[in-house]
C-alpha cells in the first residue's frame, strides 16, 4: 500500500473539553500514526521514525472536526521511506474540508533487534509524483545540511 487516509472527529481526550482548538502536538501525533502506517503497511513489517519536518499549521482543527490525515510514499531508499502526510478538516456535517498543515516524513524498516532492514522499492512514474519525490527528496537533503 503506497498511501493510506485516516479520518475520524477531532476530539480532547487529554486537555479541557472547552477548549477551542486540538493542540499542535495532537496533530503531529496523528502525522506520525498516519506515516508510521503507510510506511509499516509497505515494508510489511515495523518502522521508526527518522524525521517529521515542515509542519506549517495553517489553520486550526476544532473539537467536533472531521479530520483526514492522508500519507503517501514519496519514494523509497533501502531501509528508508520517505512519505508527505497532508491534513485537512472541516464540519462533520459536510462542506469542504481545509488544509491544516503538510509535512514531510522518513520512516526506516526495522528488523526483530530494530535493526534497519531493506524494503521493496517504490519510485515514482507519473509526472506528478516524480516532482513530489523531487520535493521531498530536496527538503530532507536540505534538514540534513542544517543539522
Not at 509499516?40 to 489553520?59: E, K, M, Y
Not at 521511506?81 to 524498516?109: E, F, K, M, P
Request: aromatic share 6%.
Amino acid at each position: 500500500m503506497q498511501s493510506i487516509t485516516l479520518r475520524f472527529l477531532a476530539s480532547h481526550p487529554t486537555t479541557s473539553p472547552s477548549a477551542a482548538r486540538i493542540p499542535g502536538g495532537t496533530v503531529l501525533r496523528w502525522v506520525d500514526e498516519a506515516g508510521f502506517a503507510c510506511a509499516s503497511a509497505w515494508a510489511r513489517g515495523p518502522c521508526v521514525t527518522q524525521f517529521v519536518g515542515s509542519a506549517a499549521f495553517l489553520q486550526p482543527i476544532r473539537p467536533g472536526d472531521l479530520v483526514e490525515v492522508h500519507a503517501r510514499l514519496a519514494y523509497t531508499q533501502d531501509a528508508t521511506l520517505n512519505l508527505v502526510v497532508d491534513v485537512r478538516s472541516g464540519s462533520v456535517q459536510g462542506g469542504a474540508l481545509h488544509d491544516v498543515v503538510h509535512c514531510v516524513a522518513a520512516y526506516t524498516a526495522v528488523d526483530a533487534e530494530e535493526r534497519p532492514r531493506s524494503v521493496d522499492r517504490w519510485m515514482p512514474d507519473t509526472p506528478g509524483d516524480i516532482a513530489l519525490a523531487q520535493r521531498v527528496q530536496a527538503h530532507l537533503e536540505a534538514a540534513r545540511a542544517a543539522q
